[in-house]
């Protein structure tokens, strides 16, 4: 079993919708979450964080976590054709001495 | 500030050349990681090092591997010989604050024959 599972896609979403995008773990003790966005041929940059359960927004971006089930999950609001790119999740193991990213969910937003 | 800093941004070898991957972190920057993406695998952290010190290279495939830093704004990563199976987009980052947030630079892609 990987450390962070996402599904791969790709997502396809009408401009305007909201885009979900989907991540597990498997430490239980993990404490820190990340999602980044990596456009085609371009570095990951960092766009949300979260550590605590519940949700944590951040302009169209929107990070939820829930511990108990062992995912965290980014909802992008009023998606655009920018937000077209590959969305890695990342997670910092429970030691705090790992850190995992999973192999990231392509999403096209359709004008 | 410029940002995290790699060199060379493309690399094609033959297997069994010794490769040299160049990383500057952000000035200020405690942390500093070597990632290394492909398709199949996706991002796999290698090693990284605070304060010049590394602390976890668990994600270093084999001997054949090698990180180096020397001091606070270099670093590099060495594979003697390499083979096909070296060739992805080698990244580095750094950051302020461990394996929270961290900034990539833009990457080496290396092509081994």
């Known amino acids: 079993q990987k450390e962070v599972e996402q599904n791969s896609g790709p997502l396809s979403v009408p401009e305007g919708a909201i885009a979900s995008l989907n991540c597990t773990y498997s430490?239980?003790?993990?404490?820190?979450f990340f999602w980044y966005r990596q456009y085609s041929g371009k570095s990951p940059e960092l766009i949300m964080f979260?550590?605590?359960?519940g949700d944590k927004e951040d302009g169209r971006f929107t990070a939820q976590l829930n511990k108990a089930s062992q995912y965290v999950s980014l909802l992008i609001r009023d998606s655009q054709p920018s937000d077209s790119a590959t969305y890695l999740c990342?997670?910092?193991?429970?030691?705090?001495?790992?850190?995992?990213f999973g192999t990231g969910t392509s999403l096209t937003v359709i004008p | 500030d410029a940002g995290v800093i790699q060199s060379p941004r493309h690399e094609v070898t033959e297997m069994g050349q010794e490769v040299t991957l160049r990383c500057k972190p952000i000035?200020?920057?405690?942390?500093l990681f070597w990632y290394r993406q492909t398709m199949m695998r996706g991002l796999e952290l290698l090693i990284y090092?605070?304060?010049?010190?590394?602390?976890?290279d668990s994600g270093m495939p084999e001997d054949r591997f090698s990180a180096k830093m020397p001091n606070a704004s270099f670093s590099t990563l060495k594979i003697q010989p390499s083979e096909p199976r070296d060739s992805a987009v080698y990244f580095c980052?750094?950051?302020?604050?461990?394996?929270?947030?961290?900034?990539f630079g833009p990457g080496t892609r290396l092509t081994v024959l």
């Open positions: 980052a750094s950051s302020l604050a461990g394996l929270s947030e961290q900034f």
């Open positions: 430490d239980r003790g993990s404490q820190s």
């Open positions: 979260i550590y605590s359960n």
């Open positions: 990342a997670v910092n193991s429970g030691t705090g001495n790992q850190f995992y």
């Open positions: 000035s200020g920057h405690d942390y």
């Open positions: 090092f605070n304060n010049n010190v590394p602390i976890d």
